[in-house]
């Protein structure tokens, strides 16, 4: 006796609520009156079915109707089945809504250090706790490609000018700048520092792999800026550890302060420089829905502040 379900070609849904109905009522008035249809068309609905079997589902008698082995073997089959098409049901809809599916975010150091990915994921993964978050560092120089190859779904980035086309940004921070120089520095105690104060010291940057710096536009903009030497490197630890040793000075974005690096005062600095922007990037096309829900967040918590 073969039920399989996957072996009746004609079988559809309506046949596992007809038979549930039945099944449950053991009556086909009251399992009719249930399904909303005519009894005889529920009558013509059951015998389609023992006939696709080549089995008879239920005991029929003038006084009731009960179930066979094969009939109690069909109604769990026919429970799983329903339930199976629920479950596929809700799974797409939870996935085209964003509450199921994968993040992949993509970050520069100096928005971890601020704190953008930390907070926006927390409150994120609150209102979306079934989405799977992924993190990867990279250049900010590299996350518009990023995108593009599909690599990422998210990303932010602090050098400006980096946006390609095809890729949608939008502001999520700006930071001033400060001086930081070691504490044995002859301005360490200063407070405060114009640019011509360090113009003919050797400059230690934040220089992203390819060569580029997320200062180096806004140095170029400085009249009397010529570093004796500059140290480039693409880790901010090391760049930090030039300050501190003395080799050199560098314009940082305010939440590097925030690491307290030993041996580093940091000066405001007198002179106008423009703001450092982070900015946030994703896909102009096909963005998913994790990626909106992640970016509709970031707007209700800019909102809430």
């Known amino acids: 006796m073969d039920l399989s ?44 079915l023992e006939g696709m079997f080549g089995v008879e589902l239920l005991e029929r008698t003038k006084r009731r109707v009960e179930l066979t082995e094969a009939g109690r073997e069909f109604l769990r089959e026919s429970y ?44 994120f993964r609150s209102q979306w ?6 993190l990867k560092e990279m250049p ?14 998210v990303g932010y980035a602090a050098t400006a000018g980096l946006v390609a086309s095809g890729v949608t940004s939008k502001s999520v ?12 520095h002859p301005l360490a105690k200063a407070g405060k520092a114009r640019i011509a104060d360090v113009a003919g010291e050797s400059l230690a940057v934040y220089a992203e792999p390819d060569g580029r710096s997320n200062i180096g ?3 170029a903009s400085l009249p009397g ?16 550890t030039y300050v501190s040793s003395g080799l050199g000075v560098s314009f940082v974005p305010s939440p590097l302060k925030s690491l307290n690096f030993k041996g580093v005062a940091y000066l405001d600095v007198s002179d106008p420089m423009p703001l450092m922007e982070m900015k946030l990037l994703w896909r102009s096309d096909n963005a998913s829905a994790p990626t909106l829900n992640y970016i509709r967040s970031l707007d209700t918590q800019a909102a809430e502040k």
């Open 5 to 48: 379900i996957q072996r009746q070609p004609g079988i559809e849904l309506r046949h596992f609520r007809y038979f549930i109905a039945v099944a449950e009522e053991l009556h086909f008035g009251r399992a009719a009156a249930r399904l909303n249809i005519v009894q005889p068309a529920l009558t013509a609905q059951i015998k389609s």
């Open 80 to 123: 799983a089945a329903l339930a199976q098409v629920g479950t596929a049901i809700e799974t797409v809809r939870d996935f085209a809504r964003g509450a199921t599916g994968t993040l992949r975010l993509g970050y520069g150091a100096n928005a971890a250090i601020a704190g953008l990915i930390s907070e926006s994921i927390r409150r």
């Open 129 to 134: 706790p079934r989405v799977n978050v992924t």
């Open 140 to 153: 900010s120089s590299e996350v518009s490609e990023a995108l593009l190859r599909n690599e990422i779904d």
């Open 173 to 184: 921070g700006s930071w001033p700048w400060y001086l930081a120089v070691a504490d044995t």
């Open 217 to 219: 536009g806004v140095l």
């Open 225 to 240: 800026m010529s570093p004796q030497h500059v140290y480039r490197t693409s880790h901010i630890m090391s760049l930090m």
